[in-house]
């Protein structure tokens, strides 16, 4: 048995529309139709065309019922000569924030390179210190090369 105790529509039996009650229902539909089409005929062709223009066709009980939801948005078609080429594109939330974050992350960078950051003034110290570093362990190298040579020098006379 299945959960929740609903039972399956399995063994219902089924259910059929009577032919009379459809040929009922065919001929109502037929005469509100020709009751539409005589009362659209007595009207003048003008009258006819401008609400034919007016109004779109419905679907089912849309024409029945007038509905005015203001959550509704209608997609309305602009025509090319109404599109403005040149007007400022309006970005969502997500474009405009990537845009800040290049543009800081432009300004920071052109800041590091000239050495007014935190980061790259404490790269340049460090820049020095090793430089220094090298040039000291430079000398050592020549003063150590020219003892060896002056070694040689007497170790030769």
């Not at 003048?44 to 779109?56: F, K, R, Y």
């Not at 300004?107 to 590091?112: E, G, I, T």
Request: glycine fraction near 6%.
């Amino acid at each position: 048995m299945p959960r929740g105790g609903k039972k399956g529509h399995k063994g219902r039996g089924k259910q059929f529309s009577n032919p009379e009650e459809i040929d009922r229902q065919m001929k109502a539909q037929r005469e509100l139709e020709e009751n539409e089409g005589a009362e659209r005929g007595s009207s003048s062709e003008s009258e006819e065309e401008s609400s034919s223009d007016e109004e779109p066709k419905r679907k089912g009980v849309e024409g029945l019922i007038e509905i005015e939801n203001p959550n509704r948005v209608s997609q309305k078609s602009k025509k090319v000569v109404e599109i403005d080429v040149n007007a400022p594109k309006e970005l969502s939330r997500r474009e405009r924030e990537e845009i800040e974050k290049q543009k800081a992350k432009e300004r920071y960078m052109k800041l590091h390179l000239e050495g007014k950051t935190d980061q790259a003034k404490a790269d340049l110290a460090r820049l020095a210190i090793i430089k220094k570093q090298r040039e000291d362990a430079a000398k050592k190298r020549e003063e150590l090369r020219k003892e060896k040579e002056a070694e040689e020098a007497k170790s030769k006379r």
